[in-house]
């Protein structure tokens, strides 16, 4: 609501008034304090601060009535004035300056809330001015000043200029800023003070605030009241009474600001006085040094590898100067608005900046600039715009056409970038002529995992390490423990064997290095950045979901957990999505990919990281199922029917007949004959289909011993039953022995394992004929052994894709069932305990006692009604009162040789145990089921094909040799593993990754393919941006001005 002005004449020269508010803001409760010597601080003021009086009269013709040039009338001046006849006046030799007589501390009206206040002359000296305020009225030195200039007119705030300067507050809170403003309560002054208000609401924030108002003493309102009484000589509190209703042209105080300085330089309703003084103390704070700051200097140094280090001398205090008239319009965006405030937050972070930033009229192409004798000097301003992280800027003004940039000189701030998290400039680096590879020495990267690299990080990576101990993780562990031993070791000696010991995975892998450095920190875009730079990117990404999601399950905190899942499903995806890509453009480019191996992931291929990653999308996509059929059928052409492959197992001649097509046709028609044989019986599938065919055989000669042929002595089929059985350890121990620690982590091998050493306990058992509880006891662990055997077989129908996942829901609903039992146990220990001391006393056999507690609940969960609660039914002929006959215990009796217990306990127990149990927990159970079988389901043909990647690699990796011939094999094997410790050790090939000549065939077509699929996605992205369209300057339209100095 804009004010009123008053055009009656005013009859008092020194008066004011104060609005009554809630709160006062940050220093104003830490300024009440009172010194320790108020006489002190009286001498300190009247010997430092002036007021100025007019001392010649100069007649205004222009004035209504007999006023001064002043603005006073004659009767207001002070005794001794003369008489001016020239027209000219100025405050210098029409005034005087006196000792001020305004100063101490201000009550505003109606509130509990107080602050400092002083009227002094517009020539005080600005040093003298921060004296007061630091040493005397001690306020903290400030690291950021905000002066707010303009807006003294009434206006309706819009809620979105509210929003930026409730920001800008709440960076000068943060940062310990002082604001500087016109003081009064109008226009933008008192919004300002709104803010600052809300801003300030607990006592925390208080602390942190100080709003500065510096305005006219000679256009405040009601000012009479802040003159301290002539025998006051100490400490004094003015009362101010602020009077939104009283018309006349002055203006009231702000009651939200926690100090006063009013300006006088002798006149009455003259504004603008105060501006002089105002920019000589800003200009002293921002050129003042402080002594022993860690920021001492002028301009940043940044080295390159320890960015926090700089030049001496650095100057304390910012300034940003808002030229506040840009609210009377709706044509500065609100995004624009933003942005100015978040520089701002930015350029807080650090005092390190010493950079003068125009925006002039709030256009979209804000000019860039700095001094003059820093203008050519290219590399600074880059640096001090990665600080500000102002990529536009630095886009436009210094990465123009007219200026090649050579790699060397980017290296320092790439470094910085990649420290503080800037992809888009590390983008920016890369496509102005950093050579990423050059710049990656092992310096870089051994100050980037040591000084750059979080301790908690390593602390998990270490724990995921020992949890999983695949070959990824072992890598990237030990990579990183390398290094920070390296940064413990000062001996020359040492140096040189790390630069040995690491120079093999670095050298060759830098780019590989620095994408795993900043996956692990979860540099989500950093990392997108360079992994578009890596060589084998299919294969990085799957490295990294792996990488991640190891590190989500190791983090307590469940956000960092979530990030990690969020990051590696979206290298998942990009994977997947790369892969397709590639596929489409050249299928056997795209599989040679997925064999591809690094010895920066560990020696791993995509597939092995995929599996590990549990990325089952990557593995059910087209290209990866096509790759694992071929694998599958090996030589066999996949067009042919499972039928005819089964048939020729039993007839051979027709391999021959060309019943079964094949992928290639022998060139020597010679030999075709007998490569079709091999082909056929080398192929995976035919192994498998061979196994189960024998593996049904040995059931059935298992099941045909225990029925129908074991005698006291082994008959011949016993003992070829076990030589079968040996061929299965056999097989066992090489799988054992190429699968190491992970051998144990498929449940299928471990109910091998146990079958094996149960027939094996058998047999010992077995062979003492002559004992026969020992025979029998061998008989039973047989057929104990049977059971395991037979449900082995379950895992030969993972080939079908409808059985598949049948078999998939049964192992997860085996993990229900194991943690429902919990639960059902508390309802039957309970049920069966009460039961059993109510009805019986003093059973001492343990085996009824588990019939009792343990079996007869168990089988009432299943409807098994227990008749011995009521006792009209019950039947003493089925138990024994001794003790003594197998019979359970018969229950209490009373003095009539009657049952004792309490009928109206037991059978209300037995109904509330089956409705419990019979009702609710195996309804619970049900649903616990329905809810896995639909997870699985959801996902059937994934979770299929998924798990077809694990039979497809076990048959791959055995030996192409039918069963049971394959122990010939074994023997064979054997053999030449202990002659081999007389010869020389093969050497091994490298890797593709590994070889001389990386640039190689397969990689770079994958490079290209990477190239079209980023141009897919930056097609389907919307990368349009908003445009500021921003008229020209003038005084009523909007101008802002960041002026940052130092």
Same mark, same amino acid.
């Given at each position: 609501?804009?004010?009123?002005?008053?055009?009656?004449?005013?009859?008092?020269?020194?008066?004011?008034?104060?609005?009554?508010?809630?709160?006062?803001?940050?220093?104003?409760?830490?300024?009440?304090?009172?010194?320790?010597?108020?006489?002190?601080?009286?001498?300190?003021?009247?010997?430092?601060?002036?007021?100025?009086?007019?001392?010649?009269?100069?007649?205004?013709?222009?004035?209504?009535?007999?006023?001064?040039?002043?603005?006073?009338?004659?009767?207001?001046?002070?005794?001794?004035?003369?008489?001016?006849?020239?027209?000219?006046?100025?405050?210098?030799?029409?005034?005087?300056?006196?000792?001020?007589?305004?100063?101490?501390?201000?009550?505003?009206?109606?509130?509990?809330?107080?602050?400092?206040?002083?009227?002094?002359?517009?020539?005080?000296?600005?040093?003298?001015?921060?004296?007061?305020?630091?040493?005397?009225?001690?306020?903290?030195?400030?690291?950021?000043?905000?002066?707010?200039?303009?807006?003294?007119?009434?206006?309706?705030?819009?809620?979105?200029?509210?929003?930026?300067?409730?920001?800008?507050?709440?960076?000068?809170?943060?940062?310990?800023?002082?604001?500087?403003?016109?003081?009064?309560?109008?226009?933008?002054?008192?919004?300002?003070?709104?803010?600052?208000?809300?801003?300030?609401?607990?006592?925390?924030?208080?602390?942190?605030?100080?709003?500065?108002?510096?305005?006219?003493?000679?256009?405040?309102?009601?000012?009479?009241?802040?003159?301290?009484?002539?025998?006051?000589?100490?400490?004094?509190?003015?009362?101010?009474?602020?009077?939104?209703?009283?018309?006349?042209?002055?203006?009231?105080?702000?009651?939200?600001?926690?100090?006063?300085?009013?300006?006088?330089?002798?006149?009455?309703?003259?504004?603008?006085?105060?501006?002089?003084?105002?920019?000589?103390?800003?200009?002293?704070?921002?050129?003042?040094?402080?002594?022993?700051?860690?920021?001492?200097?002028?301009?940043?140094?940044?080295?390159?590898?320890?960015?926090?280090?700089?030049?001496?001398?650095?100057?304390?205090?910012?300034?940003?100067?808002?030229?506040?008239?840009?609210?009377?319009?709706s044509r500065v965006s609100t995004k624009l608005q933003g942005v100015m405030i978040e520089w701002l937050g930015e350029l807080c972070q650090e005092a390190l900046l010493s950079l003068v930033f125009y925006l002039e009229d709030c256009s979209s192409s804000a000019a860039f600039s700095t001094?003059?004798?820093?203008?050519?000097?290219?590399?600074?301003?880059?640096?001090?715009?990665?600080?500000?992280?102002?990529?536009?800027?630095?886009?436009?003004?210094?990465?123009?056409?007219?200026?090649?940039?050579?790699?060397?000189?980017?290296?320092?701030?790439?470094?910085?970038?990649?420290?503080?998290?800037?992809?888009?400039?590390?983008?920016?680096?890369?496509?102005?002529?950093?050579?990423?590879?050059?710049?990656?020495?092992?310096?870089?990267?051994?100050?980037?995992?040591?000084?750059?690299?979080?301790?908690?990080?390593?602390?998990?990576?270490?724990?995921?390490?020992?949890?999983?101990?695949?070959?990824?993780?072992?890598?990237?562990?030990?990579?990183?423990?390398?290094?920070?031993?390296?940064?413990? %070791? &000062?001996? /020359? @000696?040492? =140096?040189?064997? *790390?630069?040995?010991?690491?120079?093999?995975? #670095?050298?060759?892998?830098?780019?590989?290095?620095?994408?795993?450095?900043?996956?692990?920190?979860?540099?989500?875009?950093?990392?997108?950045?360079?992994?578009?730079?890596?060589?084998?990117?299919?294969?990085?990404?799957?490295?990294?979901?792996?990488?991640?999601?190891?590190?989500?399950?190791?983090?307590?905190?469940?956000?960092?957990?979530?990030?990690?899942?969020?990051?590696?499903?979206?290298?998942?995806?990009?994977?997947?999505?790369?892969?397709?890509?590639?596929?489409?453009?050249?299928?056997?480019?795209?599989?040679?990919?997925?064999?591809?191996?690094?010895?920066?992931?560990?020696?791993?291929?995509?597939?092995?990281?995929?599996?590990?990653?549990?990325?089952?999308?990557?593995?059910?996509?087209?290209?990866?199922?096509?790759?694992?059929?071929?694998?599958?059928?090996?030589?066999?052409? %996949? &067009?042919? /029917? @499972?039928? =005819?492959?089964? *048939?020729?197992?039993?007839?051979?001649?027709? #391999?021959?007949?060309?019943?079964?097509?094949?992928?290639?046709?022998?060139?020597?028609?010679?030999?075709?004959?007998?490569?079709?044989?091999?082909?056929?019986?080398?192929?995976?599938?035919?192994?498998?289909?061979?196994?189960?065919?024998?593996?049904?055989?040995?059931?059935?000669?298992?099941?045909?011993?225990?029925?129908?042929?074991?005698?006291?002595?082994?008959?011949?089929?016993?003992?070829?039953?076990?030589?079968?059985?040996?061929?299965?350890?056999?097989?066992?121990?090489?799988?054992?022995?190429?699968?190491?620690?992970?051998?144990?982590?498929?449940?299928?091998?471990?109910?091998?394992?146990?079958?094996?050493?149960?027939?094996?306990?058998?047999?010992?058992?077995?062979?003492?004929?002559?004992?026969?509880?020992?025979?029998?006891?061998?008989?039973?662990?047989?057929?104990?052994?049977?059971?395991?055997?037979?449900?082995?077989?379950?895992?030969?129908?993972?080939?079908?894709?409808?059985?598949?996942?049948?078999?998939?829901?049964?192992?997860?609903?085996?993990?229900?069932?194991?943690?429902?039992?919990?639960?059902?146990?508390?309802?039957?220990?309970?049920?069966?305990?009460?039961?059993?001391?109510?009805?019986?006393?003093?059973?001492?056999?343990?085996?009824?006692?588990?019939?009792?507690?343990?079996?007869?609940?168990?089988?009432?969960?299943?409807?098994?009604?227990?008749?011995?609660?009521?006792?009209?039914?019950?039947?003493?002929?089925?138990?024994?009162?001794?003790?003594?006959?197998?019979?359970?215990?018969?229950?209490?009796?009373?003095?009539?040789?009657?049952?004792?217990?309490?009928?109206?306990?037991?059978?209300?127990?037995?109904?509330?145990?089956?409705?419990?149990?019979?009702?609710?927990?195996?309804?619970?159970?049900?649903?616990?089921?329905?809810?896995?079988?639909?997870?699985?389901?959801?996902?059937?043909?994934?979770?299929?094909?998924?798990?077809?990647?694990?039979?497809?690699?076990?048959?791959?990796?055995?030996?192409?040799?039918?069963?049971?011939?394959?122990?010939?094999?074994?023997?064979?094997?054997?053999?030449?593993?202990?002659?081999?410790?007389?010869?020389?050790?093969?050497?091994?090939?490298?890797?593709?990754?590994?070889?001389?000549?990386?640039?190689?065939?397969?990689?770079?077509?994958?490079?290209?393919?990477?190239?079209?699929?980023?141009?897919?996605?930056?097609?389907?992205?919307?990368?349009?941006?908003?445009?500021?369209?921003?008229?020209?300057?003038?005084?009523?339209?909007?101008?802002?001005?960041?002026?940052?100095?130092?």
């Open positions: 609501m804009p004010f009123q002005v008053s055009t009656g004449t005013m009859r008092h020269r020194r008066n004011g008034n104060f609005e009554s508010s809630r709160l006062l803001n940050s220093s104003m409760s830490r300024s009440i304090d009172v010194s320790c010597n108020d006489s002190d601080l009286v001498n300190f003021i009247r010997e430092n601060f002036k007021k100025r009086e007019c001392v010649f009269f100069t007649k205004d013709s222009k004035s209504v009535g007999n006023l001064c040039k002043c603005g006073y009338p004659e009767s207001q001046h002070i005794e001794g004035t003369q008489i001016n006849d020239d027209e000219k006046w100025n405050y210098k030799k029409h005034t005087k300056e006196l000792p001020t007589d305004a100063f101490g501390d201000v009550h505003f009206e109606n509130i509990e809330r107080r602050g400092k206040y002083i009227r002094l002359s517009c020539d005080t000296d600005p040093e003298t001015l921060y004296d007061l305020m630091t040493q005397h009225w001690h306020l903290k030195t400030p690291n950021l000043v905000i002066s707010v200039t303009g807006g003294a007119k009434n206006f309706a705030l819009k809620p979105r200029m509210r929003k930026i300067f409730s920001r800008l507050i709440y960076i000068a809170q943060s940062k310990g800023a002082w604001i500087f403003t016109g003081g009064t309560h109008y226009g933008l002054m008192k919004y300002i003070g709104e803010v600052v208000r809300d801003n300030t609401i607990s006592q925390s924030s208080e602390e942190n605030m100080v709003a500065i108002g510096i305005a006219a003493w000679g256009m405040v309102s009601n000012r009479e009241s802040l003159i301290r009484s002539g025998d006051n000589e100490g400490y004094y509190l003015a009362h101010y009474i602020m009077d939104d209703l009283k018309r006349d042209p002055l203006y009231c105080l702000d009651n939200n600001h926690t100090h006063l300085l009013l300006v006088d330089n002798g006149t009455h309703g003259h504004p603008t006085i105060e501006a002089e003084l105002r920019t000589q103390l800003e200009k002293y704070i921002s050129e003042r040094v402080i002594p022993g700051s860690c920021h001492e200097g002028k301009l940043p140094c940044q080295n390159q590898y320890q960015s926090q280090r700089y030049l001496r001398r650095v100057r304390l205090s910012f300034f940003v100067f808002i030229l506040s008239t840009f609210y009377t319009t001094n003059e004798h820093n203008r050519d000097n290219w590399n600074e301003q880059l640096k001090l715009l990665l600080e500000w992280n102002q990529l536009d800027l630095a886009s436009d003004e210094i990465f123009t056409n007219d200026r090649n940039w050579e790699s060397a000189d980017l290296q320092d701030v790439m470094f910085t970038a990649l420290v503080k998290d800037r992809p888009k400039f590390v983008r920016l680096f890369l496509e102005n002529g950093l050579n990423l590879r050059k710049f990656l020495t092992t310096e870089v990267l051994r100050e980037l995992y040591t000084n750059n690299f979080s301790s908690l990080v390593f602390k998990n990576l270490q724990i995921a390490k020992n949890s999983y101990n695949d070959a990824l993780l072992t890598f990237v562990w030990k990579m990183v423990e390398d290094f920070r031993r390296g940064l413990k %070791r &000062d001996d /020359k @000696n040492n =140096k040189h064997e *790390l630069e040995i010991h690491l120079s093999c995975p #670095i050298t060759r892998h830098p780019l590989q290095a620095l994408f795993i450095w900043s996956v692990l920190q979860n540099k989500k875009e950093l990392s997108k950045v360079i992994w578009e730079q890596t060589r084998g990117c299919t294969l990085a990404a799957l490295g990294a979901s792996k990488l991640l999601k190891s590190m989500a399950k190791v983090k307590n905190d469940i956000n960092a957990a979530g990030e990690s899942e969020e990051l590696a499903n979206e290298y998942e995806t990009r994977a997947v999505e790369l892969f397709t890509e590639c596929y489409s453009n050249d299928e056997n480019l795209a599989e040679q990919l997925l064999t591809y191996s690094c010895e920066a992931w560990g020696g791993s291929n995509c597939l092995e990281l995929a599996v590990e990653a549990k990325d089952q999308q990557f593995i059910a996509q087209p290209g990866v199922q096509n790759f694992l059929s071929k694998q599958w059928y090996g030589e066999i052409s %996949r &067009d042919t /029917k @499972n039928w =005819k492959i089964i *048939l020729c197992l039993f007839f051979f001649p027709l #391999i021959g007949c060309g019943f079964i097509s094949f992928r290639k046709k022998p060139v020597e028609k010679s030999k075709k004959l007998f490569l079709y044989y091999v082909s056929f019986f080398t192929s995976p599938f035919v192994v498998f289909s061979w196994n189960v065919i024998f593996y049904i055989v040995f059931l059935l000669l298992f099941a045909y011993v225990l029925l129908m042929d074991f005698q006291k002595e082994p008959t011949v089929l016993e003992i070829i039953l076990y030589v079968l059985v040996f061929i299965l350890l056999c097989d066992e121990v090489r799988q054992w022995y190429m699968n190491g620690s992970k051998y144990l982590s498929d449940l299928w091998n471990v109910m091998d394992t146990l079958a094996i050493f149960y027939f094996i306990a058998g047999i010992v058992l077995r062979l003492h004929s002559s004992n026969e509880s020992s025979w029998y006891s061998g008989r039973v662990i047989f057929c104990l052994d049977y059971i395991v055997f037979t449900l082995r077989l379950i895992h030969i129908f993972t080939v079908s894709r409808n059985l598949g996942p049948k078999i998939i829901m049964l192992q997860r609903m085996m993990i229900d069932v194991f943690f429902f039992l919990f639960l059902f146990a508390v309802w039957m220990v309970a049920f069966g305990v009460a039961r059993q001391g109510i009805l019986r006393k003093n059973e001492h056999r343990w085996e009824w006692i588990f019939r009792s507690v343990i079996y007869e609940p168990y089988l009432a969960m299943f409807g098994q009604y227990p008749d011995d609660v009521d006792g009209t039914t019950y039947n003493f002929d089925r138990c024994t009162f001794s003790g003594n006959e197998s019979k359970p215990l018969c229950v209490e009796l009373d003095a009539n040789n009657q049952p004792r217990f309490p009928e109206w306990i037991t059978i209300p127990l037995v109904c509330i145990y089956m409705l419990s149990t019979n009702i609710l927990l195996v309804n619970l159970l049900v649903a616990m089921f329905g809810y896995t079988v639909g997870s699985v389901q959801e996902n059937n043909d994934q979770v299929w094909k998924f798990q077809r990647y694990f039979l497809v690699q076990e048959y791959c990796s055995r030996l192409t040799i039918p069963f049971p011939f394959v122990i010939f094999a074994y023997i064979f094997m054997v053999m030449r593993k202990c002659f081999k410790c007389c010869c020389k050790n093969e050497s091994k090939e490298p890797s593709i990754c590994c070889s001389k000549n990386e640039e190689n065939e397969t990689l770079s077509w994958e490079a290209v393919m990477k190239e079209n699929y980023l141009v897919k996605i930056n097609t389907k992205a919307s990368d349009t941006s908003e445009e500021y369209v921003v008229g020209a300057p003038s005084l009523e339209t909007p101008k802002v001005r960041l002026w940052m100095c130092m």
